[in-house]
Structure formats: C-alpha cells, structure tokens
C-alpha cells in the first residue's frame, strides 16, 4: 500500500516538482514547489479528517495534494489534466491498487477552476485546500514597485486560516489583509472565481463556504 510518506520522500517525484516550480518562476507565477503542496496536502488532510472520512481516503487526499501540480512541467494550461496523466503513470508503475489511482487522479484533474468540478469529497477537498493557500511568502518578486496584482493580494495578506465549525455546517477562510499593499476589491478581481469553485466544493461536502476579509463577511 503506497503512503503520503513514501510519495513525499520519491526522488523523481520532487524532481518533478522541483522543474515545474522552476516553470512557473520563468513565467512569472507566485511559488508553487514544496511549501505550496505540503500546505495543501495538510488542509486536505484537516478537511477530510475534520469530515470523518478513513484514514485511507485522508492519505490519499494527502497524495493528490502532493502531486497536483506537477502538470504546471508540461504547460501551465490545462495543468490540472497533464498532472493527472503524470500522477496516473506514477502510481500505476509504483503498483498502486487502480481504485486509489482512480480517486487521486480525478481530484488532481478537477482541482483547477478553468474546469475542474468538485465530482468527490476527494476533489472537493483539494480545491478547498488548494485555493485557500494565498499567502505573503508565495510571492517571489521582492521589488514592490514591480509587484504585479497577483503579487500585490498575496503579499497583503497577513494570515490565511481555513476551518470547519464544530457542527460541520460551514467551512470558513479568514483572511487578514493589509491594505497598504492591496485593496479588499482587488482578491475578488483576481479570485472570484476560485471562491465560487470553494462555494461548490463546500456544497459537495455538505458545508456552506464562508469568506471573512479583516472582520467582516463577505460571502
């Protein structure tokens, strides 16, 4: 049975990783490498834990985490869908049991909000945990007078907490935001459509999707 461990610690795998990130720096995007996916793959595993799901279900939500974006090697367009066909190739030559391929790599392929959709808790977790890492550090630029829009809402914000209440009625992101760096405005011009995707996904796992910007609720 492969573990998150063993997936965490393969040595091609984090190649992968490693060169997509490489990427997504020359095209100019916020960091996605090992900080990124490592966040994600923990959300996942709050989410899924919080929820009551197996702990088999939680390591493999675990592992699409890890894995899902490795596509951003082939092309950041349409990465959701080549990082499934990698992930597929990569389990299956590990000898992973098809049933857990086949969990892992609908929820890498339905993690993006271009076209993915929330068709199992599985896939729902991964965009709630993906979608809610926005973070200061992400951003690589160091030259403020240079920051794009992307790097401007990820630097403004402070802290980033995504929950679940007690009755599992509602999963919330709070946000603190400083908005000498960006305006409340600009993370919905920018992520109105991630936290639409987070609305459905919550939906999907029968909890209502809350966003909370410096005190006040939002959505």
Do not use: W
Not at 153 to 169: F, G, K, P, Q
Request: negative net charge; charged residues 25%.
């Amino acid at each position: 049975m492969i573990t998150y461990e063993q997936i965490r610690h393969h040595q091609d795998i984090n190649t992968y990783i490693r060169k997509a990130d490489e990427s997504l720096i020359a095209l100019g995007f916020t960091e996605h490498s090992f900080a990124h996916v490592g966040l994600v793959a923990e959300k996942c595993r709050y989410i899924l834990a919080t929820m009551g799901y197996s702990e088999r279900e939680i390591e493999l939500g675990q592992i699409a985490a890890y894995l899902h974006d490795i596509g951003n090697l082939v092309n950041r367009i349409d990465h959701s869908q080549s990082g499934a066909v990698m992930a597929f190739r990569i389990l299956d030559k590990l000898g992973m049991d098809p049933a857990d391929i086949s969990e892992i790599v609908t929820a890498i392929g339905n993690h993006d909000e271009g076209t993915g959709r929330p068709v199992s808790p599985m896939a729902a977790a991964l965009i709630l945990a993906d979608k809610s890492d926005v973070r200061r550090s992400r951003v690589r630029n160091q030259d403020e007078s240079r920051f794009d829009i992307h790097d401007r809402v990820n630097y403004s914000v402070e802290t980033a907490e995504l929950t679940i209440d007690d009755a599992h009625t509602e999963v919330r992101l709070t946000l603190t935001v400083d908005t000498r760096y960006s305006a409340v405005m600009e993370y919905f011009e920018i992520f109105m459509q991630r936290m639409l995707m987070c609305r459905k996904a919550a939906e999907a796992l029968q909890l209502q999707f809350r966003l909370t910007i410096n005190g006040q609720q939002l959505m």
